[in-house]
T-cell receptor, first 113, second 116 residues
Framework: DQQVKQNSPSLSVQEGRISILNCDYTNSMFDYFLWYKKYPAEGPTFLISISSIKDKNEDGRFTVFLNKSAKHLSLHIVPSQPGDSAVYFCAASNGGATNKLIFGTGTLLAVQP | DSGVTQTPKHLITATGQRVTLRCSPRSGDLSVYWYQQSLDQGLQFLIQYYNGEERAKGNILERFSAQQFPDLHSELNLSSLELGDSALYFC???????????????FGPGTRLTVT
């Protein structure tokens, strides 16, 4: 049972344009969501997070939007840069004592110069 | 550099063998998490230790075990290896005070295990 889904395996955008990566989840107990970026041969790197009590969180070029009623979140990157090309993973947690993360399968973003 | 170290980077072994993967968390972090990433898959949570004690288990096979030592480094032991165990194994750490606080996990570079 895939509780966190990233339905787009890949996305290609032009440099300077907006990149929108999407993520859906099924477990209504999730209350914290994170985005990680992963380059080849490296571990995932934390990008940005959002608590379920918010609907938006912004950090520089990165903004995460959360729609709890639709169980959907998205990551916006504006403007996109070639260095943003990587695999992006959405992850969710229901906090508590463990904080274990449930990951989606990732979306490969390619930003074309 | 996340501050989390993992050794070895690569490991090639034969079916039926046993291997140990090692992880040193970031300074000050008390929780260590292990994740498995198989080909074209997301990261699957295996197990978490907090300050030396097991805190949560995920989809970890009985052939796999882990422990966290007093200096907070952790080891993941994989035994009776099968071809399907070939994967990237990531360790992550966080301070994780638990309760209602969720803090970010910082990942190591991973160990690529190939079982032949």
């Amino acid at each position: 049972d895939q509780q966190v889904k990233q339905n787009s395996p890949s996305l290609s955008v032009q440099e300077g344009r907006i990149s929108i990566l999407n993520c859906d989840y099924t477990n209504s107990m999730f209350d914290y969501f994170l985005w990680y970026k992963k380059y080849p041969a490296e571990g995932p790197t934390f990008l940005i997070s959002i608590s379920s009590i918010k609907d938006k969180n912004e950090d520089g070029r990165f903004t995460v939007f959360l729609n709890k009623s639709a169980k959907h979140l998205s990551l916006h990157i504006v403007p996109s840069q070639p260095g943003d090309s990587a695999v992006y993973f959405c992850a969710a947690s229901n906090g508590g004592a463990t904080n274990k993360l449930i990951f989606g399968t990732g979306t490969l973003l390619a930003v074309q110069p | 550099d996340s501050g989390v170290t993992q050794t070895p980077k690569h490991l090639i072994t034969a079916t039926g063998q046993r291997v140990t993967l090692r992880c040193s968390p970031r300074s000050g972090d008390l929780s260590v998490y292990w994740y498995q990433q198989s080909l074209d898959q997301g990261l699957q949570f295996l197990i978490q230790y907090y300050n030396g004690e097991e805190r949560a288990k995920g989809n970890i096979l009985e052939r796999f075990s882990a422990q966290q030592f007093p200096d907070l480094h952790s080891e993941l032991n994989l035994s009776s290896l099968e071809l399907g165990d070939s994967a990237l194994y990531f360790c992550a750490s966080s301070y994780n005070p638990g309760g209602q606080v969720v803090d970010e996990q910082y990942f190591g570079p991973g160990t690529r295990l190939t079982v032949t």
